[in-house]
């Protein structure tokens, strides 16, 4: 989607599809099993950990096999830009340009409105709790 980046979702006054407007609806698909490819030990060191991150990475959960194919013939032709002694502007203005298909920043992913949050901090159920209570009031408890 072009034009700038959307605000988070949080940061709106009321949820998008409130306003009106053209919401387009989702066609969805089925997500298949993956197996990140290991990256090549001969790519300049920026590559690497550029392919490092993008396996660490949240937007790695939507990632299929051919999105893994897609980042890693970038990071070769990273690699390869690079290490060449003589650069082309063009050739690094591709590379980055396909790298903002990946979703490989915020500003990206915010465009195809995703958004990466920290994880729910793990709470234990009211059970749970009441139950530990119980053996506290009992004794039980160490």
């Known amino acids: 989607m072009p034009g700038p980046v959307p605000a988070r979702e949080s940061d709106l006054a009321r949820p998008r599809e409130r306003k009106g407007g053209d ?3 989702v066609t969805r698909g089925i997500a298949r099993a993956t197996k ?8 300049h060191p ?11 990475s949240g937007q790695a959960d939507y990632y299929q096999a051919s999105d893994w194919a897609m980042a890693f013939s970038l990071c070769e032709d ?9 650069r082309s ?3 690094l203005q591709t590379i980055y340009s396909t790298f903002e ?22 709470e234990q159920s009211a059970a749970v709790l009441a139950i530990a209570d119980y053996k ?3 004794g039980l408890a160490e």
């Open 89 to 91: 502007g063009q050739m």
């Open 36 to 43: 990140v490819p290991n990256g090549d030990r001969s790519w």
């Open 23 to 25: 919401v387009q609806a």
């Open 101 to 122: 298909r990946l979703l490989v920043t915020e500003g990206d992913r915010r465009r195809v409105r995703i958004e990466l949050h920290e994880p729910e901090p793990e």
């Open 78 to 86: 990273l690699s390869h830009y690079k290490q060449a002694g003589k």
């Open 46 to 56: 920026i590559a690497k950990r550029l392919w490092d991150s993008l396996k660490e």
């Open 136 to 138: 506290k009031d009992l």
